[in-house]
Structures are given as C-alpha cells and as structure tokens.
C-alpha cells in the first residue's frame, strides 16, 4: 500500500512513521524549507502520550522534555498572584504528562524515520477517485497513491482542495496567539523552571525557560478580525506594551517577522474527515485549538488510531471507522476549549479573582485528580484498542 502524506508537522510525522511500521511505501510532503524552529512549549499529555508509550517514544520525549516545576501567575509588578504546582496536576493523570517545545516534539519524531521529508514541496492538485489518488505537487511531480493524507495544519490546502474554502470549516474563536523565542539571562533567571502567566484581562502572556538559556514566549489577546498581519511587531507592541513586569524585555527581544508564529485561534469542525481516498488528519481535520492544551497529542493519537484501523480494514472501512472512533473524542476537547476561554483568558477583573481562588482549590487532594481527568477526557480507549 502506498500514501503520500501533505505536512511534516507533528500528525504527518507521526502518520508517517506509524504507516511505514505497518510496511506502507509513504511519501511525506513539508512546504517549509526544513523542520520549523519556531516554538511554543506544549504540554504533553492524553491520549497522544498513551500512543507515545505505546509506540516506544516516550523516553526519547522525556530525553528532550524541559522541567517545569509550577505553572504561576504574576501581575504587573512582577508579584505572584496564583500558582499551581506541576506535581499536583501530574499525580491527578498519573504522571503522565511533560512539557516539550514544539520543535523537539517534531525532531523526536522525525528520528523514528527512515526517509526524511521531502522539503519545500507542497500539495499543488488532487485528483481523488473511489480507487486510487493522484497527488500533483508544487516541484511539478505526481505521486500515484492508494491513500492521501491532509496533515497540513489549521489553514489545509489539501482541505480547501478536496472539501472546500476554509469558511465552512474554521470556527475563528475572537483571539489571535503569537510565539516567539529571545536571549535575555535576566528574565530566564526570573522565570526559573516556572511556566511564568501574566495575570491579567483580555489578554496574557507566558514565558518559559529554555534548556539553552532562552526564553520562549507565547502570547493571547482578543481579537476578533480573521486578517493576519504581514508584520505582527507593531500589533504585539501595541496590544501587550502596557502589561508590566518582564513583558518589556519580550517585547524588546521580538526577532525578525519570520521568527515569530502568529495566527488566529481557531477550531476546525467538519462533518467527515474523507472522500474517496483523501483523509484529513490532525488540525486540518479536527483543530481543537491552545484553548484545549491537547491539540497536538490528539494529533499523534489520532495517527495511531488511524493506522491502526488502516491495518484490519480496507481503506473506505477504515475510513469511516476512524470517523465514528475519533470524532466523539476530538468534538468533545472542543467543547471543553470553547468552554474554557475564559478561565484561560478573563473577561474581566472579577474572573481574574475567581481563577485565583479556583486554582487554591486544586492543591486539595482529590480536587486535583477532578481537575486532571476533566481535562484530559476520556480519550485513552480508542488508543488503546488501535494497539497491536
Ligand atoms: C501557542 C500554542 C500553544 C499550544 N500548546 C499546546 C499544548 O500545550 N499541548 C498540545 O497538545 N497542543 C498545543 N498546541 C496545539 C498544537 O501545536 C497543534 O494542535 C499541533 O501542532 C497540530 O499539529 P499538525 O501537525 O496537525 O499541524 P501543524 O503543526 O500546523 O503542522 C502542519 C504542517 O503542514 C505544513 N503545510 C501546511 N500547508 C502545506 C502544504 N500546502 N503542503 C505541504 N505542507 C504544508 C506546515 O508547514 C506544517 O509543517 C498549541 C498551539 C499553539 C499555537
């Protein structure tokens, strides 16, 4: 059998290698030059973290994992409002939980592979029919296929190619994010192992330690146009100038445009994930979005579950099976991100002051477990039964 799958991201790279373990001939697609550097830290944990054990890739996650000893609140005086011991959270999901930066999560997986990505080529055509693909690509080559697979991102092109343009799919939920990474020794040694909030309205930003000495930043405001600007500089300046503590400084280390994400924070919601012989996996099918922490273990597992269809089952079969396994799953982390927009980011002072108190809650004994299981779902049991 043979696939070619449209992004190395974190999904195409795990579909890649779950495939090929499986004896498929996969051609992988990047658009982008080479493996991405820019970076957010992730926090790793559900079901993808139960397909990473299964698939023997968790200690290489753990090699490459930064430590992170509380996530922390701070005002704009630098003083901690709120915190919550990682432990505390980890023990309620039974330790199975680590925070790694986006681009070591793409590295531990592209060293399973035996053939890397065929870089800066991208899906330029698709001719899908109930037996077969024909996959044109941006280098002007065609790859003959009996599978293809839209791991593309949140802005799929296999998607709007196959299913439509993004209007129909993409559920915009009124914020934008950025990330960036910068040098400053001071601010590392304030943050410490600490995933270091800003507690404040409307809009937040976060910073974490890097093992290099780096700091890397990640930020959310509302905002509710869909435009993305060419140079997100003058907008981060404008939108987080005034927050205080050491947001001056991460302002101040903003590298060049093409090192910084920006993007909206969106879902993606479809009815069904394939035609024909074109399946979107990952955000492109199925994007919970930051609000829900899990989209990248959803990605990983929903690889794991795909494949592990896509080996007792013709591909029609196994395609609709994957729809009626994953979906209740996927569907219900975006309900709960939605529903979680503003604790992530309060609407107003009085919200500021619930979280607070909540989060004092959560280092009582068995709060902390509630809490844990409510936020991972109940996601392990299609994992777990795609094994084998
Ligand atoms: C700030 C932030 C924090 C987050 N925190 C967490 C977290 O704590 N935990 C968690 O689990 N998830 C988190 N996420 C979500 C997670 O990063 C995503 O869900 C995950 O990266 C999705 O992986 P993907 O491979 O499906 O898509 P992507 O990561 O978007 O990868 C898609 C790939 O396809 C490539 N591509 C795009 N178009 C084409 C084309 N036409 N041809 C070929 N290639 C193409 C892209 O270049 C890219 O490499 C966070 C996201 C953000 C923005």
Redesign the pocket.
């Known amino acids: 059998m043979k696939a070619v799958v449209?992004?190395?991201?974190?999904?195409?790279?795990?579909v890649t290698a779950r495939l090929r373990d499986l004896g498929w001939e996969v051609v992988l697609?990047?658009?982008?030059p080479g493996p991405?550097p820019q970076g957010?830290?992730?926090?790793?944990?559900?079901p993808?973290y139960t397909a990473a054990r299964e698939t023997g890739l968790e200690p290489r996650l753990w090699e490459l994992a930064g430590q992170v000893d509380e996530v922390a609140y701070f005002d704009r005086d630098g003083e901690r409002r709120a915190g919550l011991g990682y432990a505390a959270f980890q023990q309620g999901i039974d330790g199975d939980l680590l925070?790694i930066m986006?681009p070591d999560l793409?590295l531990a997986l592209r060293e399973t592979l035996d053939e890397q990505p065929r870089y800066g080529?991208?899906?330029a055509g698709i001719d899908n029919r109930p037996d077969g693909v024909t996959a044109t690509l941006?280098d002007g080559s065609r790859v003959e296929a009996d599978l293809l697979v839209g791991?593309?991102?949140?802005?799929?092109?296999?998607r709007a190619l196959v299913f439509g343009p993004p209007e129909g799919f993409l559920r915009p939920l009124g914020l934008h994010?950025?990330?960036w990474i910068f040098d400053d020794p001071k601010v590392r040694e304030t943050v410490g192992q600490r995933f270091a909030l800003t507690d404040s309205v409307d809009r937040m930003m976060g910073l974490y330690g890097l093992r290099d000495g780096r700091v890397a930043v990640?930020s959310?405001h509302r905002e509710t146009s869909t435009e993305l600007p060419g140079d997100p500089r003058p907008i981060l300046r404008e939108t987080y100038g005034d927050l205080g503590w050491v947001v001056p400084n991460a302002l101040a280390g903003l590298p060049e445009p093409a090192g910084i994400?920006y993007?909206l924070?969106a879902q993606v919601e479809m009815g069904t994930w394939h035609r024909d012989r074109v399946v979107l996996?990952?955000?492109?099918a199925y994007?919970?979005?930051?609000l829900?922490?899990?989209?990248?273990?959803?990605?990983i597992a929903g690889a794991y579950v795909l494949a592990g269809l896509l080996r007792t089952e013709p591909i029609g079969e196994a395609l609709t099976a994957f729809e009626r396994r994953w979906m209740p799953v996927t569907s219900e982390r975006q309900r709960k991100g939605r529903q979680g927009i503003d604790w992530f980011l309060p609407h107003s002072r009085g919200r500021l002051f619930a979280r607070r108190m909540a989060m004092r809650a959560m280092v009582v004994p068995g709060v902390n477990r509630l809490f844990s299981t409510a936020l991972v779902g109940k996601s392990h049991e299609p994992v777990l039964s795609a094994g084998g």
Not at 292 to 299: N, P, V
Request: no cysteine; proline share 0%.
């Open positions: 449209i992004g190395a991201g974190i999904t195409g790279l795990a697609v990047e658009k982008a991405r957010y830290m992730i926090d790793f944990f559900g993808g925070s986006r793409e080529v991208g899906i941006t791991a593309d991102g949140v802005h799929s092109r296999t994010t950025a990330a990640f959310v994400y993007d924070v996996l990952g955000d492109a994007a919970v979005s930051l829900a922490g899990q989209g990248a273990s959803l990605g």
